[in-house]
């Protein structure tokens, strides 16, 4: 970068004049100054892309994961479901066995109450209620 500067120089103690010099100079530490600005834009850069990476890989991991334990979630509660619904069909198969097992056990030994009393001739009263 060329830069038109006014620059004192100081002569020696054997010339006590200062003279003034106008010259069209590359200025040094313009030039280093630029340079450092540049330097510190591209770690700058640099820095912003490693932030966005980042923050991708943070989201796109947050995202995995909602997924795999929603997954899992609907995975554990349809199994769960499954077992339930399972356990409360055989409950409810066991209970209607039981229930007429012990309804045809019951009638059986009702019927050979009854044979037994009426084979040894035990008069069974039975009311009987008519409208007339």
């Known amino acids: 970068m060329v830069q038109t500067c006014t620059i004192f120089v100081f002569v020696p103690n054997t010339v006590r004049h200062r003279y003034i010099i106008k010259a069209s100079i590359f200025h040094k530490v313009l030039y280093r100054q630029c ?3 540049l330097l510190l834009l591209l770690l700058l ?3 912003v892309v490693v932030v966005v990476v980042v923050v991708v890989v943070a989201v796109v ?3 995995v994961v909602v997924v795999v334990v929603v997954v899992v979630v609907v ?3 349809v199994v769960v479901v499954e077992v339930v619904v399972e356990v409360v ?4 198969v066991v209970v209607v066995v039981v229930v007429v097992v012990v309804v045809v056990v019951v009638v059986v030994f009702c019927y050979f109450q009854m044979t037994k009393l009426a084979l040894e001739g035990v ?8 409208c007339c």
Request: glycine letters at 0%.
């Open 35 to 37: 340079l450092l600005l």
């Open 45 to 47: 850069l640099v820095v």
């Open 61 to 63: 991991v947050v995202v």
């Open 75 to 77: 995975v554990v509660v």
């Open 89 to 92: 069909v055989v409950v409810v």
């Open 123 to 130: 008069v069974i009263q039975v009311d009987v209620f008519c």
